[in-house]
Structure formats: C-alpha cells, structure tokens
C-alpha cells in the first residue's frame, strides 16, 4: 500500500504548485475563530487560518471531530481482518491452478471468509486479499490501534485449512503477510458539512472494499465539491450555502454505496452447505452493482446548481 501511495504522489508532484503545498504536516484541531476564519492546528506547532477547511485525511480523520457532535466517532469494526500480499505469478503458475488467475479477478466464497485475487503489472503478479470474519458480519466496536499488522504465513494457511485445493495453493505462498482489522464509519454519517469545514473521501464515509466502490465516491465527492466551488456566484460570503446543496446530495448516495458494501461482504460469506447455494448467491448477487455504476452525477451537481441560482435571484 505505501508503495502504491508513494508512485501516486509521484506522478502527481508535476501538477502541484510547490508554494502552496506542505507535506508532513499533521493536523490535530480546526477551530473557529472571533473574525469567522477556521484555524487549523498541526502536530509540529504550526498553525494556518483559512475560509474553508476540506477534510480528506482519512478513516482516522481529525476533522471529522469538528463536523460530529461532541464525543461521538462513528467508527465501528467490521469484524474482518484481511490478509494481503503480493504474489509473483510464475510461482503460482508451477502450482498447477486451474482458475484463469493470470487473466481475471476471482472472488472466492465461503462460510464467514472470502478471498479476492486480481492480476496486476501486466499479468505477472497476483494481487490478494483474504478476508476472514469473526462477528458473523455484525459490527462491533471500533478496535485499539495499529490497525495494520504483520501476520505469520501460518495464520493465514490454517484460516482457510478447510478450503479447496487452489485457495489453499495460493495462499501458502503469501509471504510476510500484512494483517488490517477493516474498520468503516458507522453508522453512516447524515452530515458532512459544518458551517465552512466539509468531509470528503473516507474521512465522510470509509467503507469496507466489498463493492470495491470507496475510492470512485471520493471522485465523486471531489467532483461534486469542485463544481460547486467553482460556481460563478458563489464567494465567500455565500460559502456556506454552496456547502449546503453539497451536503444535499452527498451523504445519501455515498450511505446507500456504503450499505450495500457491507451486505455485499455478508452475502459473500454466507455461502456452503446450510447457507447459499450457487442459484441463492446468483440472485442475491443481482443488481448490487448497478445502483453504483449507473448514477448519473452530473446531471445531478447541475440541477442542484440550476436551483441554487434561482435562489441566488429571488434573493
């Protein structure tokens, strides 16, 4: 995961303005201050005052303790821990699978676990995650940090001992494993907006990766934020309003992606003897993505745009 987050920033350093960007900076408060400005305060002492906070850091994020009422984290533990390692093709190949791993993703199912496996860098190294889950899909309290933990390679081998030959063929070669306690925001924020600090990304609505979706509502996120910002009418003195229409149409499309995320990881793990057969897993199956994938939002960011200027003129 580091890995991939440092090439991002690397191809994206290019676009960035150096002036106006600061890297390792940890913010730890955001507050407001007598002349209406928000200022935020980072770990190293520093501190920098703003007309809009945008809080994008994260599942752990700081500024949501600014957005939610007093003493409250909306954070909750899925009850999975997902194992991840990255495996070189070739030795996997020797092993002689018969699933066409090398061409397509395969999700593999079964009794409270489930794996994902996913070619990456031309075909040449598996990508998996396997997922075993303790609370029978329930959610429970949100788990003491690190979150992310070295696992033993026979952990992740005697967790799924009762599994099919290729599962198993696969994963003893997951070498020096990585443990994650999957965590999300739940219940499902209503709010995303406070006055002028606004959440985005996982810091609003971290979800467990069973529809593989969190990532595209934080796309959508940002999308829906920068057209409303970059509205012509809209200013600082009508932040707030803009703010609203955002916290209109986010927080119900992003909730609904994320509790369809959480059933999806139920049915995946409800299947075997006593639980789904395959015609049960095709039905329950149906549809879960296409409410995702076929939402028009740019038809939706300009209705909301087109009410806000009929606003803007009565006023």
Avoid at 127 to 156: F, R
Avoid at 284 to 309: C, H
Wanted: hydrophobic share 40%.
């Amino acid at each position: 995961m580091a890995i991939r987050v440092s090439r991002y920033i690397d191809a994206v350093m290019p676009l960035l303005n150096p002036n106006t960007i600061h890297f390792n900076k940890r913010c730890i408060a955001v507050e407001e201050i007598e002349s209406g400005r928000l200022l935020l305060r980072f770990s190293d002492g520093t501190f920098h005052e703003t007309d809009l906070v945008i809080g994008a850091d994260g599942i752990k994020s700081t500024i949501r303790t600014a957005v939610l009422p007093p003493n409250t984290r909306h954070l909750a533990f899925s009850g999975s821990y997902a194992y991840r390692a990255l495996i070189p093709m070739d030795i996997l190949m020797a092993e002689g699978i018969k699933a066409d791993i090398k061409h397509r993703p395969y999700c593999w199912v079964g009794k409270n676990k489930h794996i994902i496996t996913l070619p990456i860098k031309n075909n040449t190294v598996l990508n998996i995650v396997a997922l075993y889950n303790i609370s029978g899909g329930d959610m429970i309290p949100e788990l003491p940090q690190p979150w992310v933990e070295s696992a033993s390679e026979q952990e992740v081998i005697d967790r799924f001992s009762d599994w099919g030959r290729d599962s198993r063929a696969i994963l003893k070669h997951m070498k020096q494993p990585t443990k994650w306690s999957i965590h999300t925001t739940y219940p499902p924020l209503k709010n995303y907006v406070k006055g002028k600090i606004v959440l985005i990304g996982d810091a609003a609505h971290a979800m467990v990766p069973h529809l593989g979706a969190g990532a595209g509502q934080g796309f959508e996120d940002t999308y829906a934020l920068c057209r409303l910002l970059a509205h012509p009418t809209v200013h600082k003195a009508n932040l707030e309003d803009a703010l609203k229409i955002y916290n209109e149409i986010r927080p119900p499309r992003a909730s609904m992606v994320l509790e369809r995320s959480i059933r999806m990881g139920r049915i995946y793990e409800n299947y075997g003897p006593g639980l789904y057969d395959i015609p049960e897993m095709v039905q329950k199956l149906t549809g879960m993505w296409e409410p995702v994938w076929n939402f028009d939002l740019e038809t939706q960011i300009s209705r909301a745009l087109q009410y806000f200027d009929k606003l803007k003129q009565k006023l």
